[in-house]
């Protein structure tokens, strides 16, 4: 098996893989620990969601954020999460553009969906555990 040393698109993939499951991992963790789950699951429901979703959401973006931040699974996790920005991007929609709006707009979750997009498309990049466990 011949390996290759990493190069530059493998170096901005992990910075996108890392900067991306930070702020999964980030947020997720926010909703268990800060917020709580209860409290999550009753902003959800404020919004129209059922509750469940809010333990969902938190699942996914804790677990999702993990698997990314390792470069497991890269590629399906990063797509797999874009639903969970929809969703942020339906609630912050009304608030205008700017994130820094009154009620958050919507250009973050839109942002995040495009870095998400572009996360598939680039793959697990260097120092994945995916990627060393080939070596």
């Known amino acids: 098996m011949t390996t290759t040393s990493p190069n530059r698109d493998d170096y901005a993939a992990l910075v996108l893989r890392l900067g991306l499951g930070g702020m999964y991992l980030t947020h997720g963790l926010i909703k268990l620990f800060v917020f709580t789950p209860a409290g999550t699951a009753g902003f959800f429901e404020s919004l129209g969601f059922p509750a469940f979703l809010a333990y969902l959401v938190m699942a996914a973006e804790i677990g999702g954020g993990a698997?990314?931040?390792?470069?497991?699974?890269?590629?399906?996790?990063?797509?797999?999460?874009?639903?969970?920005?929809?969703?942020a991007l339906q609630v912050h929609f009304a608030s205008g553009f700017m994130f820094s709006s009154q009620g958050g707009g919507w250009e973050y979750p839109a942002f995040l969906i495009l870095t998400s997009v572009s996360l598939a498309l680039l793959g697990d990049g260097a120092y994945s555990l995916y990627t060393l466990r080939k070596k």
């Open 67 to 87: 698997l990314l931040i390792a470069g497991l699974f890269t590629r399906w996790v990063a797509l797999a999460l874009i639903p969970v920005l929809l969703g």
